[in-house]
């Protein structure tokens, strides 16, 4: 008797200790985002001429407050640049994070699957030779090609994945099989190009924000605005599947509906930012595995801690890719592939304990 008046002490404990915990995350996302308003700030501060952190939010709060040349600096030059890191690392790293929970595979994300390099393919076709894969209106000829391969490769994988005796090794093995093949159709296209072209691919291919535009942005974010509602509806399922598909089945989660349509929206999520800013890496890769980290495995905290750790990511890249040298704006996906490089290098090989 003793024992069964006790059960109801326990489990009041047990929602207690759960309530204590998700009190936790809640504080560590709100620092995450004033994290990333910093971060925002200080990207608008920074560059060839530099203004203080007052003068920025002057300049957001009361326009005509500050001079002309401080309102033109932020509003029309750093602006446009700044959201775009914001809106396009969250896009990636929200494609990273739910590709490795339905891959079950830490090393899966847009770029290092070839996703990115299937989007940058189809996009150099359309810079070079004006091919479109589909019939569409010329201002969207690059996105759609780019949607168009990244949405190809994204089936294959998923496709492949789905075989019987298939590991995940095989389809990491898979993916940089994909990277190395568009990578060398992308080559043989900037063989052919002219010499106008080569010079936009080369570029574009090194990934930068410098030709963001609120158009651009506006699209970018609009993909991002209708993809996290299907996540967020779809957020215990894509849990229990990080359980294991046999374990999500017994809980009536489809598990193959929920991975394909996943995918679909994974493809979208990296084809559309790398048809803008070029083929940026890691950021999916890296930003999913510092939200997981801190925040576990939960959709519920997962899925936003995702969001802010690749903006804040893409964010604080874009303040160093100005600070490196005065005067100098580095492409940004140079610097983060010298930030994921030993990222990547730190996961393969380290052991971990857990089951992936």
């Not at 994204?154 to 990491?172: D, E, N």
């Not at 190009?193 to 970018?220: C, D, H, N, R, Y």
């Not at 493809?267 to 070029?278: I, N």
């Amino acid at each position: 008797m003793a024992e069964i008046a006790a059960l109801p002490i326990e489990a009041e404990a047990g929602r207690e200790r759960y309530r204590a915990l998700a009190r936790r995350k809640l504080v560590i996302l709100a620092a995450m985002t004033a994290a990333l308003c910093l971060s925002f700030a200080v990207d608008l501060a920074w560059g060839p001429a530099r203004y203080s952190l007052g003068e920025v939010v002057a300049a957001l709060i009361n326009p005509s407050s500050v001079s002309a040349q401080i309102r033109a600096v932020v509003w029309d030059i750093r602006m446009p640049v700044a959201v775009m890191a914001i809106v396009v690392g969250a896009a990636l790293s929200v494609a990273g994070a739910q590709m490795q929970t339905i891959l079950a595979n830490p090393l899966a994300s847009p770029f290092t699957l070839g996703i990115s390099a299937a989007a940058s393919f189809g996009a150099a076709l359309a810079i070079v030779t004006s091919v479109s894969i589909l019939p569409v209106a010329a201002t969207l000829l690059v996105p759609v090609n780019a949607f168009i391969m990244a949405l190809i490769a994204t089936l294959f994988i998923h496709f492949i994945s789905q075989m019987r005796g298939v590991s995940v090794q095989t389809v990491v093995l898979l993916g940089i099989a994909l990277v190395f093949t568009f990578n060398a159709l992308l080559a043989f296209l900037q063989y052919l190009a002219s010499e106008q072209a080569l010079s936009a691919v080369v570029f574009w291919t090194m990934g930068s924000l410098t030709k963001a535009t609120w158009p651009k942005i506006g699209i970018t974010l609009a993909v991002l605005l209708i993809a996290l509602p299907l996540f967020a509806r779809h957020a215990w399922a894509l849990t229990a599947i990080r359980l294991g598909e046999d374990k999500a089945a017994s809980f009536g989660v489809n598990v193959r509906r929920i991975r394909l349509e996943t995918m679909l929206i994974i493809s979208l999520l990296a084809a559309v930012p790398v048809s803008f800013v070029g083929t940026i890496g890691f950021v999916g890769l890296v930003g999913p595995h510092i939200a997981r980290m801190i925040l576990g495995e939960d959709q519920r905290f997962f899925l936003p801690g995702s969001i802010l750790s690749g903006a804040l990511l893409l964010s604080l890249t874009s303040i160093v890719s100005k600070s490196i040298i005065p005067g100098v704006v580095f492409p940004i996906g140079i610097i983060t592939a010298l930030v994921g490089v030993p990222f990547f290098f730190s996961l393969i090989l380290s052991n971990r304990s857990r089951s992936w």
